[in-house]
């Protein structure tokens, strides 16, 4: 699977404008209509219908306790593909021109994947990639521990075990390993959600949600965070098998071993993803060139 194919979607949270401010700086962009669709002692969502007819929502959200209510706003764009990257760019850019700004002890970023051309043991792959490099990934993004402790914790090690022991063969096993029992009825915010990954979107909603990124209004930043996302599902769909043994990250030599795993395990070679690669391994020590440091001629 190349992953220029795999559809998705993102959430961003911000502070500092209302959310009509921002619902018009999306607009801007995007083209299309402006509506406020809700109440204001709900999420108060405000939404933008663009020109190609697709909805992205502006809505409060109860999680940004720096900000008063009328400027908490989490951004949820429509379904998206690859070719839609660099408009989300511009729609963070002309966010950020309108004066919004960012809270890192509680702003983040989810991304959502969609998994409906995965089966239960490609699931089973990514939940068990993203558990073997955890330790690189919290470095790489370096998470803010608030965040960390509550809203993207660890995948939890009892739910690998479960994997290693049933090796999943349809979607009833995966969701028992997930829950520890077979949940039938999945809710949206079913406290198994708050992890690095989130499963429980998947069989709430058929998206594989990644919750370990810090919000920001760089738009080459959250375009690495995608490229990052995708590249790790599409690895996951091709791969037969993975090892769920964690990987260990040592501080001097951080940086090599990440590169190396963007370019030879997740393939985000070559020039197309030269700036994904800084901006994934700018958090990190060492050399990207030299394991461990470049010796004396």
Request: charge should be positive; include cysteine.
């Amino acid at each position: 699977m190349d992953l220029r194919e795999l559809r998705w979607g993102i959430e961003a949270e911000y502070i500092g404008r209302t959310r009509k401010q921002v619902a018009e700086a999306i607009q801007s962009v995007v083209g299309g209509i402006v509506l406020h669709v809700g109440m204001p002692e709900a999420h108060d969502p405000w939404q933008v219908i663009d020109s190609q007819g697709r909805t992205w929502q502006v809505v409060a959200d109860a999680s940004l306790i720096s900000a008063i209510k009328e400027h908490q706003t989490e951004v949820v764009s429509p379904v998206l593909t690859y070719a839609d990257i660099p408009t989300l760019q511009e729609v963070i850019r002309s966010i950020r021109r309108a004066g919004a700004m960012v809270d890192p002890t509680c702003c983040g970023i989810h991304i959502h994947v969609d998994m409906s051309q995965f089966n239960a043991r490609q699931i089973a792959n990514l939940a068990k990639y993203v558990f073997k490099y955890e330790r690189y990934l919290m470095a790489a993004l370096k998470i803010n521990p608030k965040r960390a402790e509550r809203y993207a914790r660890p995948i939890p090690p009892e739910f690998i075990e479960r994997l290693n022991k049933t090796k999943p063969a349809n979607m009833r096993q995966l969701n028992a390993s997930w829950y520890g029992y077979y949940n039938p009825n999945p809710q949206r915010y079913d406290p198994s959600r708050y992890h690095m990954l989130n499963l429980n979107s998947t069989f709430h909603r058929n998206s594989a949600e990644f919750r370990g990124f810090g919000s920001t209004l760089r738009s080459g930043k959250i375009r690495a965070y995608l490229v990052l996302c995708l590249a790790m599902a599409a690895k996951a769909h091709d791969i037969k098998a993975i090892s769920s043994r964690k990987s260990p990250i040592e501080r001097q030599s951080g940086k090599y071993s990440f590169r190396v795993l963007l370019i030879s395990g997740l393939k985000l070679n070559g020039p197309e993803f030269k700036n994904v690669r800084m901006h994934l391994l700018a958090n990190l020590e060492g050399s990207s060139a030299w394991k461990y440091g470049r010796q004396a001629a």
